[in-house]
């Protein structure tokens, strides 16, 4: 949702943060290896039931996600090692921090309801999967949602600040990440259709589908093997090795078929010979 409706907005108010923190000397991956560590504080916190600190990691595991990406434009090495070394990381941050949550849920003997983290990161790995895989079959659709990583660790938070709220916050990312993760499958699909067929048959007058791709395919099969004749190869017109009789049959056929599909172009150009150019007579 944050990244949808206010990227725009977010990225005017972090570009100058972003330059400050350039101009000091901190990287962008400073910045990603950093949020690492404080998602694993977080996490630790979060397992031990210390919620209120892990409230404090995880804003400063969030700042560190925000502001890697405007650090790393203001410095210009923005690169494609970065980017998967960001997305990475995120996927890490992401199982450390619902793996602290599932580890405190252990320490409470809450039963099943140790699955539930389990859930929604499984959820969780299922965005991010749709959104890389479209992207790398050339696919804008698979962005946006209710769910995205900005609301769930906003969500997470607010989970932490009561733990009456932890359980109950749990469920609510796992319905909203699992509605994320059907509407991005459903505009990838719709996305992907492929094209209606062409009709069978052309309009009035015109030659039929079928002819004509017979005719090309026979054309395209006796030139690749004239090709191969031209090169020393004895070749069949599908490309296989032939023996010496079956190279000589294969000449005189495609040689025959040669000549067949030029009388089909000089009949279908309206071309004639000397006698009928001379005598004034038209095609038929």
Known sequence: ??????????DRTTRPVGQALQRVGISADVLTATGLVSATATAVAAATGHFHLAILFLI??????????????????ASIRGAFFDSV????CDALLLGGVAWYLVSQHRGHLVLLPFGVFAVTALISYERAKAEALGID??????MERAERMI?????????MLLVPVLWVMLVLTSLTAIGRFVRVWRAAEAPARAPLRVRMGATPLRGRRRET???SRWRAWREGVASGRSVSMTGQ??????????????SRTGRTLRERRVRANGRVGPSRRSSGTRPD
């Not at 949702?1 to 977010?10: A, E, K, L, S, T």
């Open 141 to 146: 659709g698979a962005k946006g949602g209710l």
């Open 1 to 10: 949702m944050f990244d949808g409706r206010w990227r725009g907005g977010v």
């Open 60 to 77: 400063l595991t969030g700042m560190h996600d925000l502001l890697d990406g405007p650090v790393a434009k203001a410095s210009g090495t």
């Open 217 to 219: 395919r026979v054309d």
């Open 89 to 92: 990381t995120d996927r890490v």
């Open 241 to 254: 090795p032939l023996g010496r009789w079956r190279a000589r049959r294969q000449e005189t056929l495609a």
């Open 155 to 163: 969500l997470l938070g607010v989970g932490f600040l009561a733990t």
